[in-house]
């Protein structure tokens, strides 16, 4: 759960374990994300903002299933015991499915990166990225975005006169 999240929401590890069920709107599509953990006391949110972030179709699935019957002040992600996982032990769990998949090791917060720049390659609006990354400034949402080998091809394609660029 927590790593869906981070990749399809792009929310912050203390974002995601401070998610309870009642800030899940499925009708209308919506997480408002109202508090983060730190030290595992809620705060504000790091912008010091809430925010709304839609809730994309993989994302709409697993949450679907995940509440079902619960109340909703309970923390959307627990550990096996029914409480708020440590900072530790999500990024433990991270690194199991990692393992498990044979990915490479990487933190957190880079699923918020892979979230920003799947949302740049997909055509995203960059002041809507911004938005939903919960920036200030666009200058901080740009460090997010990683542009691939097939980024650069398809930018270069598109110069007048390029149907495609050579050595495809």
Do not use: C
């Amino acid at each position: 759960m927590a790593v869906a999240l981070g990749a399809l929401a792009g929310l912050r590890q203390g974002e995601v374990r401070a998610l309870e069920f009642r800030d899940i709107d499925l009708k209308q599509g919506i997480i408002t994300v109202r508090w983060a953990l730190s030290e595992n006391q809620p705060v504000a949110p790091k912008s010091g903002d809430e925010r709304v972030v839609p809730i994309g179709a993989p994302l709409a699935e697993v949450l679907t299933q995940a509440i079902r019957g619960k109340l909703p002040a309970a923390r959307v992600v627990l550990n096996a015991n029914g409480r708020t996982p440590s900072r530790q032990a999500v990024l433990s769990a991270l690194k199991e499915v990692q393992k498990r998949h044979s990915l490479p090791p990487r933190s957190f917060h880079s699923l918020r990166h892979y979230f920003l720049s799947a949302l740049v390659r997909g055509g995203a609006n960059l002041e809507a990225v911004r938005e939903l990354a919960g920036h200030s400034k666009l200058l901080t949402t740009q460090r997010y975005l990683h542009a691939s080998g097939a980024d650069l091809r398809d930018a270069v394609s598109r110069l007048p006169g390029n149907s495609k660029p050579l050595g495809n």
